[in-house]
């Protein structure tokens, strides 16, 4: 699914990043949920970024889905973003004037799919994660646990093949953490490949696979990583999450 | 004043840090005020009234007393030798003139070149009913016909190059003349008494002469003569004063309401005498004109300066619309800060006293660009319609009203946002 | 892609932001649409048919500064050596005196009636006094009768023969021919072309000849000339020396061309319309400054949301498309207020000047102007917020 060959990335700029990522090399199988762990400004948001496509990265190459994302145009970034990943932020980045419904459809707009198969998404995707009834209510009218769940619905109402979701449960309680936990898995169990970027050592075990990042650099143990442990899977029905 | 000095401070470190809407703010503001100014100068200065104690008691009587017969006409706007003869023959006006101007070429000597002149001829109530100032001399003790001259005070220093010349002698138009008089610096805008044909917007006159000395040498209007009938108009000494050769303005000073009723019952006798001796032939219009109402009498408002007045304040509109609408989104951006300060103890009054130094700043920035915008525009103007260029200096009060306008306008539009910024939600706001 | 639906919303959320801009957006409209009008309206005075040619005529304005001068016989002394000193200067095709200048707002004017019948009164009708080289100066053709080569003094006895133009011998007499008959002014002559006399009068091409001394020149008089083509600045410069050589008492008041009474006589107009003209370019400069710092704000403000967007896989293409189809929303939206208020102050307008009813292209091509300027302004500061960098934007503080 993901095929990261000796990647770098230097920052040239004065950003809030000094870390750069150096020669990273990682696989990532369809189906998997790789758990993203490090200390703070070790360039796991920058890989994560890398991956979805949101930063440009200075050499090796990336094979997404088998295409390389290497010299792609704007354009077709954005499209292969839209079509084949799902973002999760700790902060959400819902946008706050958009209903749910404004919030979820978006992407699909982006797509270019018509009102009626938006629609159609938008409500099964917020059935998902148990939000139908709350579909013309505002972010700032909702817990953040359940924020989190709308971002989710966001991401997977396209059904990308992808879910990258950076420290989705930073800014919650443990309560709302696991519920949140609960329904990433259940994604996952449906075929969606995750990556996840935690500081929960907790969350990281729960994960199919670990992969730690110091200094740029992805730790000897997460490069020889066995076998995905979990490399074909049924189709299940959705499940309703309360 | 401490404290101000410090709120001037910190309006100027938030306007370098966002420079650009800053200026362009500004160059909103003071475009749409220049413009303004530049027109409100002209309307002002058109709708003055020239002599604000008086103007109410000054008519101008018109009547159809003409030798054809025409219904429902509107009465011609000069009047004949013979109707002012007539409007005359009564004591009820506290003072009444006749007049018209005509233009001239004045000499010391016949060997010099010529000075063209404008000339006014005259009554001698002329000078009481408008309050022109003597400098020398006095007015001629009557209406009658006499070789005599009153000469502006320009004019007297361009001739003489001295002011003080009574009694010398020159030649105007090949004819001798003494001076009677020279007046004093005298300006009267809009000259109101002479309204015919946009007259008004003109300078005063450089020489007056009597009346009848003008009919005697047979000086023409140079603004306005119509004949009714077949008559001779290079033959004013003769033709002029008893045939229908229309030229005279004539003014009545009417001090009371009384006074008013009286002349108009007088008129309104002399045309029905004169109808009975069928020399009215058309049906009586008579109309006493106040001096306040004679420029709206002979339809000559200036319809330009009136429709560009309409559309410099839409325009003045849109700028402060536009110049609030940029400054909203300033204080919008400032929010944070304007939190932040709130949190640290500052009152709203404290906020509200910063914005007041921030109005300030700005209207001081933009009244100096405004004045600036504003003279081009009245060079412009002066430039595209010279007819009105005599209305286009300040004053001080015309300045300081227009400084007035300029703290209002930086007050509206720095009100709102500043308010916005002040109650909105504290906590909110920080925590975004 | 773009949802109309949301970019109203958006807009409705900032509701006193929009409505300041819809206001002034609608009056700039209204104020573009009626200066384009008034402006358009002094162009066609301006290029309206004179029957002139309006380059190679020159009109001197003079007066004798003598009392002695202005009387005959020295004053027809005075034009004859001064029409003779004109016509000998190289370059001058035809020379004449009037009275006045065609070209003017108003003048010498009088009635003209049939005198068979007084009823058809024809009222302001400019009276031209000149020579019979007049019409060889405006190359005005003879359409009938003859012109009279005499000048005729004014000694109070006899009639002097009249020319009129041809829409006025129409409209004096209707359905006959014109020659021999009598006005109040005198027998007609001949009819000749029409050409612009003033603009004061019930119609601009009514004029009223006669080849007869001037009456008085009280308010001095002119000396009209045909130039060769080319040669009208040389000559004016010249002309002044020449006059003041055949007498020195005089004084010259201007010397113009026929195109320059045209623009004198609509200067008025002129002016205005160019001030409003002025005013409408400010206009269109404050409109654009206001897109401007909206999107500019917009952009600052809203760089989250264009980061977000980014990351669900809005490409740069169409988060500038989605910018500038909210600029071009509210440019709509306040143009359709616009135009109600491009009419009413076509209203209020005509109370005060002459001013021709507003039609429907001109406030629709003043909305596509302003468009255009609004979509400029926009650009820049929308492409400064396609660079919003999704994964700073999305970043968490």
Request: proline share 4%.
């Amino acid at each position: 699914m993901i095929k990261i060959n000796n990647l770098s990335k230097i920052f040239r700029t004065e950003l809030i990043e000094t870390h750069a990522l150096k020669n990273i090399q990682l696989h990532v199988s369809e189906g998997e949920f790789v758990a993203l762990t490090g200390p703070s400004g070790s360039g796991k948001s920058t890989l994560l970024n890398v991956l979805g496509t949101l930063e440009h990265f200075d050499s090796g190459d990336y094979l997404l889905d088998g295409q390389s994302v290497k010299g792609l145009s704007d354009k077709a970034l954005s499209a292969l973003r839209n079509e084949k990943i799902g973002f999760i932020f700790q902060g959400f980045n819902l946008i706050k004037d958009y209903s749910l419904f404004d919030n979820i459809e978006l992407p699909l707009r982006y797509r270019g799919f018509n009102a009626a198969e938006r629609k159609r998404r938008v409500e099964h995707a917020l059935e998902q994660v148990g939000l139908a009834a709350r579909r013309d209510y505002h972010p700032s009218q909702l817990s953040g646990g359940q924020q989190q769940r709308v971002a989710i619905a966001r991401a997977i109402a396209g059904q990308p093949r992808i879910l990258l979701a950076d420290e989705p449960t930073g800014n919650l309680d443990s309560l709302m953490a696991r519920q949140v936990m609960e329904l990433l898995e259940q994604i996952n169990q449906n075929g969606c490949t995750i990556l996840m970027v935690t500081h929960d050592p907790e969350q990281a075990r729960r994960a199919g696979r670990q992969v730690q990042i110091i200094d740029g650099q992805l730790s000897d143990a997460a490069m020889y990583d066995p076998l995905a442990h979990n490399n074909a899977h049924a189709q299940s029905s959705p499940v309703a999450v309360a | 004043m401490e404290q101000f000095l410090y709120y001037l401070k910190v309006s100027l470190k938030s306007i370098r840090r966002a420079p650009l809407p800053y200026a362009l703010t500004i160059l909103i503001l003071s475009l749409g005020l220049g413009v303004f100014f530049a027109n409100a100068t002209f309307y002002y200065r058109l709708n003055a009234d020239p002599l604000p104690h008086k103007s109410d008691k000054l008519f101008f009587p018109f009547m159809n007393l003409v030798p054809y017969e025409c219904q429902n006409c509107e009465p011609p706007n000069v009047l004949s030798y013979s109707n002012v003869q007539k409007l005359s023959a009564t004591d009820i006006p506290s003072a009444k003139a006749a007049m018209y101007s005509a233009d001239g070429y004045l000499r010391l000597t016949p060997q010099q070149p010529p000075l063209p002149v404008k000339i006014r001829l005259t009554q001698p109530d002329f000078f009481r009913m408008f309050e022109v100032p003597f400098l020398h001399g006095s007015v001629w003790p009557d209406a009658s016909a006499r070789a005599e001259v009153i000469l502006s005070r320009h004019t007297a220093e361009k001739l003489f190059g001295e002011t003080d010349v009574v009694g010398r002698r020159l030649t105007l138009d090949d004819f001798e003349y003494t001076v009677s008089a020279v007046l004093a610096d005298w300006t009267m805008l809009p000259r109101l008494f002479d309204a015919n044909n946009n007259n008004h917007l003109s300078e005063v006159e450089d020489i007056y002469l009597p009346l009848e000395t003008g009919y005697d040498r047979n000086y023409l209007s140079n603004s306005q003569s119509s004949s009714f009938q077949d008559a001779d108009y290079r033959k004013l000494a003769t033709d002029g004063r008893t045939k229908a050769i229309h030229q005279l303005q004539f003014w009545v000073q009417l001090d009371t309401p009384e006074q008013q009723q009286a002349y108009r019952q007088f008129m309104a006798n002399l045309t029905a005498d004169e109808k009975k001796a069928g020399r009215h032939p058309s049906t009586i219009n008579n109309r006493l004109v106040g001096m306040r109402d004679i420029v709206a009498h002979f339809n000559q408002q200036g319809g330009d300066i009136k429709a560009f007045a309409l559309v410099t304040l839409l325009f003045l509109l849109v700028c402060l619309f536009n110049a609030s609408h940029l400054s909203l989104n300033r204080y919008i951006a400032n929010q944070y800060e304007i939190s932040l300060r709130r949190a640290l103890g500052a009152s709203r009054w404290h906020i509200q006293q910063q914005a007041m130094a921030d109005v300030l700043l700005m209207a001081g920035i933009t009244s100096v660009a405004a004045l600036l915008i504003g003279y081009s525009g009245i060079s412009l103007m002066n430039y595209l319609l010279p007819a009105n260029r005599l209305f286009s200096s300040w004053d001080w009060a015309l300045l300081l009203s227009l400084l007035a306008v300029t703290l209002g306008c930086s007050y509206l539009v720095t009100l709102y946002p500043s308010l916005r910024a002040s109650f909105g939600a504290l906590n909110q706001q920080l925590k975004e | 892609m773009i949802s109309l639906h949301l970019i109203l919303k958006s807009m409705l959320r900032r509701k006193v932001v929009t409505s300041l801009l819809l206001v002034q957006l609608a009056l700039t409209l209204a104020l573009l649409s009626n200066s384009s009008l008034l402006a358009l309206q002094t162009w066609n005075q301006l290029s309206q048919p004179t029957g002139l040619d309006l380059d190679n005529i020159l009109y001197v304005s003079l007066k004798p500064t003598s009392k002695n001068l202005q009387e005959y016989p020295a004053f027809a002394d005075l034009l004859e050596r001064q029409l003779a000193a004109v016509r000998q200067m190289p370059g001058v095709a035809a020379v004449s005196f009037t009275n006045q200048s065609p070209l003017m707002e108003g003048g010498s004017n009088g009635n003209v009636n049939d005198e068979n019948n007084r009823e058809n009164n024809t009222q302001s009708v400019p009276q031209y006094t000149v020579s019979p080289d007049f019409l060889k100066v405006l190359q005005l053709d003879v359409l009938e009768g003859e012109i009279p080569q005499k000048i005729e003094a004014w000694d109070g006895e006899s009639t002097v023969p009249v020319v009129l133009t041809k829409s006025l011998a129409e409209r004096v007499f209707p359905g006959k021919s014109a020659i021999g008959q009598l006005t109040n002014g005198g027998p007609v002559a001949a009819v000749i072309e029409d050409f612009y006399g003033q603009r004061n009068a019930e119609r601009v091409m009514y004029n009223r000849l006669q080849i007869a001394q001037i009456y008085g020149v009280a308010w001095g008089y002119g000396i009209i000339l045909r130039v060769e083509p080319g040669q009208a600045q040389h000559i004016r410069s010249q002309i002044p020396d020449v006059l003041k050589t055949a007498d020195s008492n005089i004084e010259i008041f201007s010397v113009r061309t026929m195109d320059e009474q045209l623009h004198r006589m609509f200067r008025n107009e002129f002016g205005l319309a160019t001030l409003l003209a002025v005013l409408s370019g400010l206009m269109l400069l404050v409109s654009m400054i206001s897109s401007y710092s909206n999107a500019h704000f917009n952009a600052l403000k809203r760089q989250q949301e264009i980061g977000i967007k980014r990351a669900l896989g809005a490409s740069k293409h169409s988060i500038l498309l989605e910018m500038l189809t909210e600029n071009w929303c509210t440019t709509a939206a306040g143009a359709g207020v616009g135009i109600v208020a491009a009419w009413l102050l076509n209203q209020a307008l005509a109370l005060v000047i002459s001013i021709p009813a507003l039609p429907v292209w001109l406030p629709l091509s003043a909305l596509l102007m302003l468009m255009c300027c609004v979509t400029l302004a926009t650009w820049y500061p929308a492409t400064i917020a396609t660079r919003v960098s999704p994964a700073t934007a999305t970043k968490t503080l």
